[in-house]
């Protein structure tokens, strides 16, 4: 709608010069035409095309920056604002004393002139100087923000992580700190807390409890470890999901994206984002067992075939032993015979010592 009427009033106006214009003409101009009344429509014809396609073009540049500042960091905006304020009144201040000057009336165009081009140089200076050397004000607007931690030296971009909900609720972080790979600090979004928050008050009891684990497992690493963990309040209205939020955050800080969700992983590889999939971390640390190898497993339950047992490893790797529903509810020493990766997993193929047997 602001679009149509941009472009309206610019073919309206135009269209009035245009029309009125004929009026400038001299007069012996106007003598020689028999239908003024149709050049006044002919000329506002004229104008008004040229009109509406300057306002398109006026509407195309203010859609730009309209965007340009939507993506804007509110704490740049703030800056750029004062620093604004601050080079105009400087203008006024300083461009002031040139009204007082005697100067002939063949030059009068010059006070108007330097006003406005002084204001202008001053106005971009402010802002520039803003940007430059106003992080000292970001901090004191929020020191919560981004900018903010990166100016304390708080925040490092390049080692900074950005953590999901589901890696929260996963609960591995925690043992992530402890062991002490985990390096740099860890941001959790304030859009990722309120997801969690909304798990934990979900209606369904096995959801709810994963909520509350979640949030649990969040302030005892937050406790343990306050200098790290770091709550930020940023927040994008115009991006609906939460995905899409940690997306355009991590992207915003260079930091990394530490999450468990194989398709949030995808999408943000694919723009770019870098990843830490904590499953692909435990795939990477898991034990690779040889045709050979000994294991000590209970056996939990009978396989397809009759005469299989079903076992699992610490880290849930299934092991399917041959000859093993004997064994079932008892631990026994098996041997590998081959392993499986699948898309579901690994699967291990054994069968159980010679002794087991005895």
């Known amino acids: 709608m602001l679009d149509a009427i941009i472009i309206f009033s610019f073919i309206l106006a135009a269209a009035g010069v245009g029309f009125f ?36 073009r006026i509407q195309t540049g203010y859609r730009r920056l309209e965007a340009q500042v939507r993506d804007m960091a509110p704490e740049a905006i703030v800056t750029r604002a004062i620093g604004l304020i601050v080079g105009l009144l400087l203008a006024n201040l300083m461009l002031a004393p040139l009204f007082l000057l005697p100067i002939p ?21 402010g802002m520039n100087l803003a940007d430059s050397h106003g992080r000292g004000l970001i901090r004191f607007i929020n020191p919560n923000s981004v900018g903010a931690l990166v100016v304390e030296g708080t925040l490092k971009p390049a080692g900074t992580k950005v953590l999901d909900t589901s890696c929260i609720i996963d609960g591995r972080i925690e043992a992530l700190l402890e062991t002490g790979f985990l390096e740099g600090a860890i ?9 969690l928050q909304q798990v934990a008050d979900a209606s369904k009891d096995q ?15 937050r406790e343990t470890y306050p200098e790290r963990i770091i709550i930020n309040s940023s927040d994008y209205d115009d991006i609906a999901t939460v995905d899409a939020k940690l997306v355009k955050f991590a992207q915003e800080i260079n930091g990394t994206l530490l999450t468990n969700d194989y398709n949030l992983s995808k999408v943000a590889s694919v723009q770019k984002v870098p990843v830490l999939n904590v499953n692909d971390l435990v795939n990477a640390v898991r034990p690779s067992y040889l045709p050979g190898d000994n294991i000590d497993i209970k056996i939990l339950k009978e396989g397809k075939e009759p005469s299989q047992g079903i076992g699992y490893l610490d880290d849930g790797t299934m092991v399917v032993v041959e000859e093993g529903s004997p064994f079932v509810g008892g631990e026994v020493r098996v041997i590998v015979t081959s392993a499986l990766q699948t898309s579901a997993g690994r699967m291990i193929f054994a069968k159980p010592q010679a002794s087991a047997f005895a």
């Open 207 to 221: 959801k709810r409890v994963r909520g509350r684990r979640g949030l649990e497992i969040l302030n005892r690493i």
């Open 105 to 125: 009336p063949d030059f009068g165009f010059i006070k108007p002139l330097v006003a406005v081009v002084g204001s202008i140089v001053l106005a971009y200076t």
């Open 21 to 56: 214009s004929i009026d400038l003409l001299p007069d012996g101009a106007l003598s020689r035409v028999s239908n003024i009344e149709a050049l006044r429509f002919v000329t506002a014809a004229f104008a008004a095309i040229i009109g509406g396609a300057i306002g398109l």
């Open 187 to 195: 941001i959790v979004p304030q859009f990722v807390l309120q997801e």
